[in-house]
């Protein structure tokens, strides 16, 4: 699947859509529409004010740092990427944090929650003091590396110790100590494949990135799905090839859901998320027993767990023991770190049997003096007796605070939902829509700031306050009922067609972007499809109507495949379908002239007199023949079908070439295959209408 997923991301094209297919994105109405601009207009002119010198800044580095356009380019699903930055240029800057709030270039106070990537479980102000008292005790050594600061040894004997495991290797970030962790239990255990699961982000090395998000065709790395019997199979019966089960436990949160960051946002239905703790963690214990049955190591990747879901991470959360655990964001007190913990006979990286056998892992700035300081400081605190207290207080607040801000939701009839695992939380939407992905930017209005992934994964720290949790309710709150109010959500009483417009839309969308269109073939369909919904409006709003249409479309369609077997049959039923709708616009619904003149076809004076052209034919026949009998207008009919075939040529080609005359060409076209493509998008259209009413 994940190779799938990555061959068909080569053929996915970029297909910007312009501020008006943005606000239509879901097939709304205009009325819908232009609602919706005029909130977008309010919030572009609000954030604009807000942040001018961020905003101002953010563009003066943008085209030079491409870590920023890389995040930029990620926050919404792509079709809205380019109309979202001509209207929102923002940028976070900040310039000081304090509790759970930050500062930005502008002076507004918001409220974190990204948490710095997860960086920041125990509140900013205790990594400011940890950063600072960690750079003191090492002040005397600064920058030398190679030579270790005594204090290595007490990070060493703590991380063991929460760990539970023998031996601790240090790198300068999550992704580092992953790849060390692989490499090493390939190493030692000779062996090649990587287990790892659907949806879980182990950090950017594409050797765990075998599906979006890489280039490389990775075959050393299997990818099987979460809480599924099957991958314990597949596990007990590859262990021969098996080096290490990689798990990163806060997936328990949304087992094989998409990534969880804004730009899957495309509709509600695209996240999920499981509040399953429980049956998570009856899961990792079968996995925990599956690897142990044969002898394959379990990896935790506890990168974000570590630290944050208790003091002893997933492995205290979930009650279950890793061979080798990863560690990283908040383990250093605030400064950049990668751990490895692992079992002795996984961690040699030199073979005891074959000294020449050597797993190459190192770094110039493992074990650096600072981050060393500072981790101890961190790891000091998480020992006090106190420290557990706060965890599990913490844990306990953010799911209070959820179930408050639902309710809240919930009574106010806003679409937006909480689910929290310890203090990492998400938004879920309850209502299909395309414009999800928006409310990270009626939060920021609201002073809320969010890391790049959005709403997807939001965190608290534990110095978040009781004020500060009523504040972040209050601005979740207020944000939902503006979105709502600007027409984003639209309940199926405000749009009876929502959901099937939006999968109509979406599906022609996915089609539209694996097949390239060129923008000229979109503007041509888009305008005829145009004229078929006025020419809708204007004449076949009758019901017995849209039925004779019906009929007289599917006699249409069977002559277009006939005409080129028998002539003459499908003259004789064409007049005769051309009648039935003639009688259906001229007798069951007014004429409407005016209407037909804009849209450029034949308006019913003129259809008239093309019938009496279609009239005038086999009296012209038969009395140039002279054959004046039935027999005789029989004798003839192959002749007279020939020449309704010829008048019916000569009264399109006379209508194209008037409006090449009087408008271009184009218009002439557009007219041209309006007209032929007409029997077929009046089935579409009008047999479920018909079906629906009964
Ligand atoms: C589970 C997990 N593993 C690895 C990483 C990579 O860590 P880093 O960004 O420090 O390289 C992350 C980062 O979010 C992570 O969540």
Not at 13 to 33: F, I, K
Not at 93 to 101: C, F, H, N, Y
Not at 190 to 208: Q, T
Not at 339 to 349: D, Y
Request: glycine share 8%; proline share 4%.
């Amino acid at each position: 699947m994940p190779s799938v997923a990555r061959r068909l991301s080569r053929w996915v094209r970029a297909r910007p859509y312009d501020e008006h297919a943005l606000v239509a994105a879901d097939g709304a109405s205009q009325q819908w529409c232009e609602r919706r601009r005029v909130g977008l207009d309010r919030l572009a002119a609000r954030l604009r004010l807000q942040h001018e010198l961020s905003a101002a800044w953010g563009d003066g580095i943008r085209d030079s740092f491409s870590d920023l356009r890389f995040t930029d380019a990620s926050r919404v699903p792509f079709p809205f990427v380019r109309a979202l930055r001509e209207r929102f240029s923002l940028c976070s800057v900040v310039t000081e944090s304090r509790g759970a709030q930050l500062k930005d270039l502008d002076g507004n106070w918001t409220i974190d929650v990204g948490g710095s990537y997860g960086v920041n479980v125990a509140g900013f102000d205790r990594y400011k003091t940890w950063m600072a008292r960690g750079l003191d005790r090492v002040k005397d050594v600064g920058p030398v590396l190679g030579p270790l600061h005594p204090i290595v040894a007490d990070n060493i004997a703590r991380l063991k110790r929460i760990s539970q495991l023998d031996e601790v290797s240090f790198h300068m970030s999550g992704t580092e100590a992953v790849m060390a962790a692989v490499r090493v239990v390939r190493f030692n255990t000779r062996r090649k494949l990587i287990v790892c699961f659907s949806g879980a982000y182990h950090g950017w090395w594409d050797g765990v990135q075998p599906g979006l998000g890489s280039e490389r065709v990775i075959d050393d790395c299997l990818t099987l799905q979460d809480m599924s019997p099957a991958s314990l199979r597949v596990i007990r019966k590859r262990a021969r090839e098996i080096a290490g089960v990689l798990v990163n436990p806060v997936q328990s949160f949304h087992p094989n859901s998409p990534p969880p960051n804004d730009a899957v946002l495309l509709t509600s239905d695209a996240r999920k998320i499981q509040q399953s703790t429980e049956r998570y963690g009856a899961w990792l214990d079968q996995l925990r027993e599956t690897c142990t049955s044969c002898g394959v190591p379990l990896v935790f990747d506890e990168v974000y767990t570590g630290f944050r879901l208790a003091p002893g991470g997933a492995q205290e959360y979930f009650g279950v023991r890793a061979d080798v655990v990863t560690y990283g964001k908040t383990v250093a007190g605030g400064m950049p770190i990668g751990v490895v913990c692992g079992r002795s006979a996984l961690m040699r990286r030199i073979d005891p049997d074959r000294p020449m056998r050597m797993a190459y892992v190192v770094g110039t700035f493992s074990a650096h003096p600072v981050v060393m300081g500072a981790m101890n400081e961190f790891l000091r605190w998480l020992d006090d007796p106190s420290t557990a207290a706060l965890y599990a207080d913490g844990n306990a607040r953010c799911t209070a605070w959820a179930q408050d801000v639902n309710q809240r939701m919930a009574s106010g009839n806003l679409p937006v939902r909480v689910i929290n695992l310890g203090t990492v939380w998400t938004l879920l939407f309850k209502e299909p829509s395309r414009f999800n992905w928006l409310f990270q930017y009626y939060l920021r209005a609201e002073g809320v700031t969010l890391s790049w992934v959005g709403t997807g994964r939001c965190l608290s720290s534990l110095a978040f306050t009781a004020e500060d949790y009523g504040a972040l309710e209050d601005k979740l709150c207020a944000a939902a009922h503006e979105m709502k109010h600007d027409g984003w959500w639209l309940t199926v009483n405000e749009f009876p067609e929502r959901d099937k417009r939006m999968r109509k839309l979406l599906i022609r969308e996915i089609a539209g972007s694996l097949v390239p269109v060129p923008g000229s073939v979109h503007a041509f369909y888009r305008a005829v499809m145009q004229r078929k919904h006025d020419d809708h409006h204007a004449s076949h709003n009758d019901r017995a109507n849209q039925v004779l249409h019906v009929l007289s479309s599917s006699v249409f369609i069977y002559c277009y495949f006939s005409i080129f077997i028998d002539l003459t049959t499908a003259m004789c039923w064409g007049l005769g379908a051309l009648f039935v709708r003639q009688f259906g616009h001229a007798i069951l619904e007014p004429p409407c002239h005016d209407q037909e003149k804009l849209l450029l076809g034949y308006t019913t004076r003129d259809k008239t007199l093309i019938v009496c052209g279609y009239a005038l034919v086999p009296l012209l026949d038969v009395a140039l023949a002279g054959s004046w009998s039935l027999a005789g207008l029989v004798s003839l009919i192959d002749q007279i079908a020939l020449h309704w075939f010829r008048w019916t040529v000569f009264v399109v080609a006379l209508r194209v070439a008037y409006l090449t005359w009087k408008h271009d060409f184009r218009i002439s076209m557009i007219w041209f295959v309006k007209l032929v493509s007409d029997p077929m998008t009046d089935l579409v259209s009008y047999v479920p209408a018909l079906a629906r009413r009964g």
